[in-house]
């Protein structure tokens, strides 16, 4: 008999993403300008993973908090299903404006608003009865939480007390790459069985000059059997295991939209490692479903299939 999927908690962010484009040169101050398209969704690390697990059929939930307002209902409406758990908080929620300009590059400016807010207190709340025994914890966006990076160890100790492995994509540290942040994401590798991050994240971490000087800076750095997974934007992805690397291609599209690429190739990956696919297999599904999520403007909430994108 085959055995059940495991199931996936990610645990971070949820937020309001307001996104428009393209612009080219900044406005003058005191003036208007009118953008060609924009988009009005639910966002924020965790959230855009959770979103696109949800439309790929995974058992998951997400593990997360919302405000008080419209917008926090919005995002609570969007998580009720039996796995997931959203902490109501009394602040506005974070929103996110996304400039988008020519050649994929971006612009972001945030509110902090109830992200400041979520707390240990709420996770392990949320976590109280949640099947962890066996399950796969994914720690997302830990650099927009100021009040869970400083108990992160803590979470992920008891987490693993409970039968759980540990996944994490941390995201890019808001006051850059210091010791003291590299040594606090070396603390949280320690920890995991799976890290996702991207290309400049590895350059950053390691202070190396490339990804091939990052992944070999990384060689002997990594706990045993653990998974270290970087993506490369339209370059695909690359594995490290055991000293052995694996790489798969993304496939080509003209893209308008990248925000919340990385997101939904960790929804892909996961998603694919949860049916019991071969690294190199989960490598291509992670680049597919980025691909087939962020070609679509606005964005679509409709259901993917794994085989299909994989085929």
Not at 122 to 145: E, H, K, N, T, Y
């Amino acid at each position: 008999m085959k055995a059940a999927p495991f199931p996936i908690a990610v645990i971070g962010n949820a937020n309001l993403d307001l996104v428009g484009g393209l612009l080219a040169d900044w406005p003058e101050q005191g003036t208007e300008i009118f953008l060609d398209r924009a988009d009005s969704r639910i966002g924020g690390s965790a959230a855009n993973t959770a979103l696109v697990l949800q439309r790929l059929g995974a058992v998951s939930g997400l593990i997360a908090s919302a405000g008080s307002d419209a917008v926090g209902t919005m995002i609570a409406e969007a998580f009720a299903a039996p796995l997931d758990r959203i902490a109501r908080v009394e602040a506005p929620t974070s929103v996110t404006f996304g400039l988008l300009h020519p050649g994929a590059e971006r612009t972001f400016f945030s509110t902090p608003g109830h992200l400041d807010r979520f707390d240990m207190a709420q996770v392990r709340a949320g976590l109280a009865d949640w099947p962890l025994d066996g399950a796969l914890a994914m720690m997302s966006g830990a650099f927009a939480l100021p009040a869970l990076t400083r108990d992160s160890l803590s979470l992920m100790r008891d987490l693993r007390a409970r039968g759980a492995q540990i996944a994490i994509d941390p995201g890019w540290p808001g006051g850059g790459w210091t010791d003291t942040t590299r040594a606090l994401v070396q603390g949280w590798i320690a920890e995991s069985a799976l890290v996702l991050i991207n290309d400049k994240e590895l350059v950053g971490l390691t202070g190396a000059n490339s990804v091939e000087g990052g992944l070999n800076a990384m060689v002997g750095q990594l706990p045993e059997d653990c998974v270290l997974v970087v993506k490369c934007g339209p370059d695909g992805a690359i594995a490290l295991r055991d000293g052995e690397t694996f790489s798969a291609t993304s496939p080509r599209a003209d893209i308008f939209d990248t925000i919340g690429a990385g997101d939904a190739f960790n929804a892909g990956f996961l998603a694919a490692l949860q049916v019991g696919l071969d690294l190199q297999t989960c490598l291509r599904a992670g680049s597919a479903v980025a691909s087939a999520v962020i070609r679509i403007f606005p964005r679509s909430t409709g259901t993917f299939q794994l085989s299909e994108l994989l085929a």
